[in-house]
């Protein structure tokens, strides 16, 4: 997949199947959005075009004093996804106080149909764009005749009757059911950063830990608790119990995202880049009286983690190591 960040650098393109959005999460919704783009585009032989953002649009939006909106996956996790997906093109327009006074008009005509030339554009059925969020899908069908395109409308895709949203996303991890967040995302939740160096404390407790400073410092952190994660090393996914909270036993005032991995090949992450796949919630954080009983419960924590890893993966890694 190729990838852009500003018009001039686009090659002459003249035709395409293109789709516009900021595709936080890359949801299933989202993916049955780009499956529908790779599936038109392979049948015309011509190229699958991907339009999005960054930051986040509510980033720049949001008025003064708003807690920025938390992202579910990062600008590089969406473009690895949108790869996966068959994508051949993407354009991430940096989006500023200045792009957002672009009506849907001139997006349309100056943007889209100037550089991509496309014969469909196929959108989400929520989807807007422009000033005012002016454009949508019936605005997409009535300029259709007059840029020379068909517009495509893809529908709301569900689960068990929850629709598949990056704001329902959003509230299950808040409320720490990453595994039924999975189920909507069509992938683990992740959380990718750097491993720093931590207190020392796990390594005491005979449970030294990965200590990760996400890469991204609006990305959602899972309500705290303890979980069965994974991580790629060095091309080998290993799995751990990770710790999301605030070290209430040793009276820890900043969160911290931190993980313990089960036969880990190497004994130093430090300043190396991972990514925390969050696969299921093994319970809340607690405060011990002293930490003989915090280990004992990490005992106990290994034990239930190993468990469900056997049950549910049979030894085997959960996803293929991420590429």
Not at 175 to 191: R, S
Not at 224 to 251: E, L
Not at 282 to 294: I, P
Not at 310 to 319: L, M, S
Request: aromatic share 8%; glycine share 6%.
């Amino acid at each position: 997949m190729d990838t852009y960040r500003r018009l001039d650098d686009l090659p002459p393109i003249a035709d395409s199947v293109l789709t516009v959005g900021t595709f936080d999460g890359l949801h299933r919704g989202h993916l049955a959005v780009i499956s529908r783009l790779v599936e038109k585009s392979r049948s015309k032989a011509v190229p699958t075009v991907v339009i999005t953002f960054d930051p986040h649009p509510q980033h720049i939006l949001a008025s003064p004093g708003t807690p920025k909106l938390e992202l579910i996956a990062t600008l590089n996790r969406k473009l690895i996804l949108l790869e996966k997906a068959g994508v051949d093109l993407t354009l991430v327009l940096r989006f500023d106080t200045e792009f957002s006074r672009i009506t849907a008009v001139e997006f349309l005509e100056k943007i889209i149909v100037d550089h991509f030339h496309p014969s469909h554009i196929i959108v989400g059925y929520d989807h807007h764009f422009g000033n005012q969020r002016q454009g949508n899908a019936q605005f997409l069908r009535e300029h259709a005749r007059v840029y020379g395109y068909e517009a495509d409308i893809v529908q709301a895709v569900d689960d068990s009757d929850t629709i598949v949203s990056s704001a329902n996303i959003r509230q299950l991890l808040r409320e720490g059911h990453c595994t039924e967040a999975e189920q909507l995302l069509g992938w683990p939740y992740e959380i990718p950063g750097k491993i720093m160096p931590g207190t020392g404390r796990g390594r005491m407790l005979d449970y030294p830990t990965a200590n990760l400073t996400p890469e991204e410092s609006t990305q959602l952190i899972p309500k705290a608790g303890v979980y069965i994660v994974s991580a790629d090393v060095h091309g080998q996914t290993i799995f751990g119990m990770c710790n999301v909270g605030y070290r209430p036993t040793f009276n820890g005032k900043a969160l911290s995202v931190e993980a313990h991995f089960f036969d880990l090949p190497e004994n130093n992450l430090y300043n190396q880049t991972l990514a925390f796949r969050f696969h299921h919630r093994l319970r809340d954080e607690q405060k011990f009286s002293n930490a003989a009983e915090l280990r004992n419960q990490l005992d106990r924590d290994r034990h239930n983690s190993m468990e469900w890893i056997n049950q549910h993966q049979g030894g085997k890694p959960v996803h293929a190591a991420v590429s």
